[in-house]
């Protein structure tokens, strides 16, 4: 058997994952043009990546309701506008061969028959590449948009997330491999003793089916889950495919992955079943002194307006901007948006005794994920190490703009991977569910 | 000016209009692979159409539910599973270059912003292609798929239809065409002045945007609606650009675009600037007789099991099984799936004074449209002068399968109609918007 290989996802939040990478020289502020998404996917796809993943919110950003009648405020929010997440993988798997695509769909705001659906004919169009991030939603714009002041209880929100799950996969798996015959002499289209109808009834949902879709290429598309509360694991080991995570040291990585490896276990699943990969901002360059300097071009961008939005989405209501910001972080009601990402931001802030600015510019450039600032080879030194160390079945590369960073990525650290046998030389199969080294198609939930 | 041009829209129920035509030796029955979509698209796209247009519902067919236990009695039902319809757009937004791409969206199992959303993305994907055919919903069986018993009413649904419609312009037109200015030097992305948040406050909806995708190339993507109830008209003559709808007769095709038309011009609006396109099938080959054998054929591969479900989703809940088959259609209740369809189909089985078998033989080939059986010159007869006698601004053309009727079609058909001066010879321009001749962008709706 050939050692455990690394598994690598793209992670898109259009036009970057530095709040400010966009204006860089060399930066291409992809947010609505087709083809340059497809550039840079299809650079993915040459770095042989297992996934690009468009994280996603059925909303702008904060910045825009944050600025109020001051509309000026806003005009530094860059990642307001992008192609809809489901619609533009659509477009990428008959544009692509091998990458997989996956895509955020929030169970608080949609019904599981459509998210079943989409998934569904996103895994036949891409041949078996479709995969769906689940999500119980982060930004509170988002409620607005969908008749409600504010999300749903945080709890709440999960248990929901729990029975939607249950319901898309019951959709997927109404209808056999072969349950379409399509036998032009006798007329039957379908073998009905192959359809299962789930007839559905419990407390959130009430679903009959079955899908108008037939059993798609990968038995059902990857589940990918990017919650870490104590509900978001549970719902992690008990679901997921591959989870999704921001971790800021080894340490802390190795003890999460280990805690939703248990957990999967005791869902009766095998651990090596769930792909644990951390979310990583990586700023390279050629020399040490060259990608520092980067990085404090990136920062030297930052404006308080544009930062200060993205820990006001965690700051539980609070509005920081009537403290000084050259002050400590206060006391911050508990958040409904996300726990367990209050709580790093919270602990970042007084570990490192940094004050309201420092932290949301730092947190602006990470997004709360991991940020490394070096060589390639420093890079997959890391990266090595992290994999090595169990802290991390692959990582969610998070580039700082497009196109520039991910072709450097591809052209330099890919290479260095491979070197140490870690990274795969070309795609083991032609599902995603095959290169994620995962049993296909997947044993029914029930 | 040149002459009024007819307008052609090619009609996809996958994988053919006919209930038997994918039991064709030559039929490739397209319902999940890409390709064979494409396939066709492109062939309509040779033939200069405006624009494909894929219906749908989200659920199986009724087939599958009257089955109930018998599942046997359903294993004939092509219609069963497809390509979701918005996610097929995406896919062929990114691989043609002139076709209009339409699709179903209903707004009784939808939220606006997700709907505005999509078509949005689907408009920038294929640089102004996109449109969205608004309907209330016929198949009664999706409301069990999003927890309900049955639709809601009739009234309540064209209510609920005509302010999501409000809602989703609203979204579309929040943002200016030159808001995204995406400037580096002063790290403006967006100029805050070309933004219109909508605060939508309704009986149904209450929607703040604005929409995360910015104003589409179209200005808004096209309006189809398909009702002929009465709120379905008056929705259609405030709201849409194109109506699609069934008109058996010369004579009521007239009547139906006039009033149409009447009623447009009571909301202000040009008559011109809504185009009425009634469903056609058509049965072709290059002899009458041939064209009459291909039909009887085509219904000679018709079965009971088949054929009943496509009326009885217009029976207003009876179960005409219990009926004798060869005897006369009972009093139906009225269906709350669809007034006017209902009424077509009662005054269909009075006129011809048919059997209950032999009306669900009739509506099962036609869903209640025209059926055209003849010649290519024929056809082209026939389309000219529903054309020139006001019935009709251009037709939705109904294939019994694929992909063959479709080439034909384009071959045999389309050099008649423009040799007769009233089809185009190029498109237009490069939108949907542009070759159906309407204003672009639209003008705001308030
Ligand atoms: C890599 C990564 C990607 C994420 N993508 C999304 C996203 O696209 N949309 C979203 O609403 N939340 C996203 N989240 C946030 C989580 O899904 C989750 O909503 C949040 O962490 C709150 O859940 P928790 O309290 O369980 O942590 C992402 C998190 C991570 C680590
Ligand atoms: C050409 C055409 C296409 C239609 N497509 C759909 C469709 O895709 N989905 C749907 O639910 N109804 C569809 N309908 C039905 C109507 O939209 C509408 O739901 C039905 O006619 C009931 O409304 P009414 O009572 O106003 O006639 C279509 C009708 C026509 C004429």
Redesign the interface.
């Known amino acids: 058997m050939p050692p455990r290989q690394l598994k690598l996802a793209a992670f898109f939040n259009p036009p970057g994952s530095h709040v400010?990478g966009?204006?860089?020289?060399d930066?291409v502020?992809t947010?609505?043009?087709?083809d340059e998404y497809l550039d840079v996917v299809r650079e993915a796809e040459r770095g042989l990546f297992d996934m690009v993943f468009f994280q996603d919110?059925?909303?702008?950003p904060p910045a825009?309701t944050l600025?109020g009648k001051d509309?000026?405020a806003?005009?530094?929010?860059?990642r307001?506008?992008?192609?809809?997440p489901?619609?533009?993988?659509?477009?990428l798997?008959?544009?692509t061969t091998h990458i997989g695509l996956v895509a955020t769909g929030t169970t608080s705001?949609?019904?599981p028959?459509?998210i079943a659906?989409?998934f569904?004919?996103?895994d036949?169009?891409s041949k078996g590449r479709a995969g769906w991030n689940l999500v119980t939603s982060q930004n509170e714009?988002e409620a607005?948009?969908?008749?409600?002041d504010a999300h749903l209880d945080h709890a709440l929100r999960y248990e929901r997330a729990a029975e939607f799950h249950d319901v898309v996969v019951g959709l997927w798996e109404g209808?056999d491999h072969d349950a379409?015959i399509?036998d032009?002499a006798s007329?039957?289209?379908?073998?009905?003793?192959k359809?299962r109808?789930l007839n559905h009834v419990g407390k959130h949902?009430?679903?009959?089916?079955?899908?108008?879709?037939?059993r798609s290429p990968q038995g059902r598309p990857i589940i990918a889950q990017a919650g870490s509360s104590e509900p978001g694991k549970e719902l992690a080991a008990r679901t997921a495919d591959v989870t999704f995570t921001a971790q800021t040291s080894l340490a802390e990585a190795q003890a999460f992955r280990a805690d939703v490896r248990e957990r999967a276990m005791r869902y009766g699943r095998s651990p090596d079943d769930i792909k644990i990969m951390p979310g990583l901002n990586y700023v390279l360059a050629e020399t040490e002194s060259d990608a520092r300097a980067l990085y404090e071009h990136l920062l030297s961008?930052m404006?308080d307006e544009?930062v200060m939005p993205s820990i006001m989405r965690l700051s539980g209501g609070l509005d920081l901007r009537q403290f000084p910001l050259d002050g400590p972080l206060p006391e911050l009601p508990q958040s409904n948006a996300a726990h367990a990402r209050q709580k790093m931001l919270v602990e970042l802030a007084r570990r490192e005794n940094l004050s309201i600015r420092q932290l949301a510019r730092r947190y602006a450039t990470s997004n709360g994920h991991n940020v490394f600032v070096g060589t390639p080879k420093g890079l997959a030194d890391m990266m090595e190490a992290w994999f090595q160390a169990g802290a991390a079945d692959g990582f969610v590369m998070l580039s700082p703009y497009y196109p520039t960073p991910m072709r450097n990525f591809v052209r330099w650290v890919v290479p260095e991977l491979q070197r140490r046998g870690i990274y795969r030389t070309a795609y083991e199969g032609r599902t995603l569910r095959e290169n994620l080294g995962l049993v296909s198609p997947a044993p029914p939930l029930r």
């Open positions: 400010a966009w204006r860089m020289p930066a502020p947010d609505l043009e087709f919110s059925a909303a702008v825009i600025a509309t000026e806003a005009a530094g929010a860059a307001t506008v992008r192609i809809e489901m619609t533009l993988l659509a477009a798997a008959v544009t705001y949609n019904e028959y459509h659906r989409r569904a004919s996103i036949h169009l714009d607005q948009n969908f008749g409600r209808w379409f399509r032009k007329g039957r289209y379908f073998d009905p003793s359809l109808i949902f009430r679903v009959r089916g079955p899908l108008n879709v037939a961008m404006t544009v």
